[in-house]
């Protein structure tokens, strides 16, 4: 199993990826050892990006399985794609998204009889429990319209709302315009709307 544990969050409860300034030069650093042959430095690079390529997949498939299953060949291919890696022309974490996504789509294309995992949550638990108590209704409803978009309009939704990527990294990692993303995004949240307020009693 590849689903990231408790410790692997640090202490302010954020990925150990944060994509800031310098996680790139990181990332490229570390492929470099990679490509080299050095495990740990591979260890380290799982690490830092495990926790939201874990949250991508979940929930983009909606299957715990699915996403370990995902989660383990994105980082088989990022083990095989160092020797090739050439820094400072891609961001790796833009890279290994669009790898773990185009994975979650094939998943989803299997036939299989499971449905989305009814405790599923729409982002990463943040919330205490009163406050989860207090939204966990709305939340289905939520869950249920993400799930009945289409596949690219739930891709847009994930990668804003789950991984907290901006309009251009979203769609850099979608391999579409800012524009393409944009439309995607208020094609969804349009979706959405309506189907929460069909709902609504």
């Known amino acids: 199993?590849?689903?990231?544990?408790?410790?692997q969050q640090p202490a302010s409860g954020r990925p150990a990826n944060d994509d800031g300034p310098q996680?790139?030069?990181e990332d490229d650093r570390l492929l470099q050892g990679v490509a080299e042959g050095d495990r740990s430095a591979f260890a380290k690079l799982r690490e830092r990006h495990l926790t939201r390529v874990f949250s991508l997949a979940l929930r983009v498939t909606g299957s715990r399985a699915d996403a370990e299953d995902a989660a383990q060949e994105a980082f088989t291919r990022a083990w095989r794609k160092a020797n090739s890696w050439?820094?400072?022309e891609a961001k790796f974490s833009t890279w290994l998204y669009r790898v773990t996504m185009n994975l979650c789509i094939d998943a989803r294309r299997k036939p299989?009889?499971?449905?989305l995992d009814p405790a599923l949550p729409l982002a990463d638990p943040g919330p205490g429990?009163?406050?989860?108590l207090i939204a966990?209704?709305?939340?289905a409803r939520v869950r249920a319209a993400m799930a009945a978009l289409p596949e690219r309009q739930r891709e847009a939704m994930v990668l804003c709302y789950t991984l907290g990527q901006s309009n251009a990294e979203a769609a850099a990692t979608m391999e579409i315009s800012v524009k393409a993303y944009e439309s995607l995004l208020v094609r969804a949240k349009k979706d959405i709307r309506a189907r929460l307020e069909g709902t609504e009693t």
């Open 136 to 139: 966990a209704q709305q939340e």
């Open 129 to 132: 429990a009163e406050s989860q």
């Open 86 to 88: 050439q820094a400072g």
């Open 23 to 25: 996680a790139g030069d």
């Open 1 to 7: 199993m590849v689903s990231p544990t408790r410790d």
């Open 112 to 115: 299989r009889a499971e449905q």
